[in-house]
């Protein structure tokens, strides 16, 4: 069984910087290209950021120079690193797997991210 298990988010302040993780087991995580997308009320799912089973990494614009994505394949784990976060990072934030092979896609529960003062 397939499980992506994001941590908690939370509220934090204007210019402040949050850690996500994502937790996955059920997979062959080395295979699988690994991302964050965000969702905020009212609007799609956009992506935020990925990393390749290689560790390219790609950035919204949004969020490039603010969020670092990175992963650890001995733990089969991928973070989101925020920094100075605004107020319009605020939204549910989701980890994607994408299995190299196939395309297949994983998605984890969802982790609400409030920037408000």
């Known amino acids: 069984q397939v499980q992506l298990v994001e941590s908690a988010g939370g509220l934090v302040q204007p210019g402040g910087s949050l850690r996500l993780s994502c937790a996955t087991s059920?997979?062959?995580?080395?295979?699988?290209?690994m991302g964050w997308y965000r969702q905020a009320p009212g609007k799609q799912r956009d992506l935020v950021a990925t990393i390749t089973t290689g560790s390219s990494t790609n950035y919204a614009d949004s969020v490039k120079g603010r969020f670092t994505i990175s992963r650890d394949n001995a733990k089969n784990t991928v973070y989101l690193q925020m920094n100075s976060l605004k107020p319009e990072d605020t939204a549910v934030y989701y980890c994607?797997?994408?299995?190299?092979?196939?395309?297949?896609?994983?998605w984890g529960q969802g982790t609400q991210v409030t920037v408000s003062s």
């Open positions: 059920g997979i062959i995580f080395s295979l699988y290209d």
């Open positions: 994607n797997a994408r299995y190299t092979i196939t395309g297949r896609t994983y």
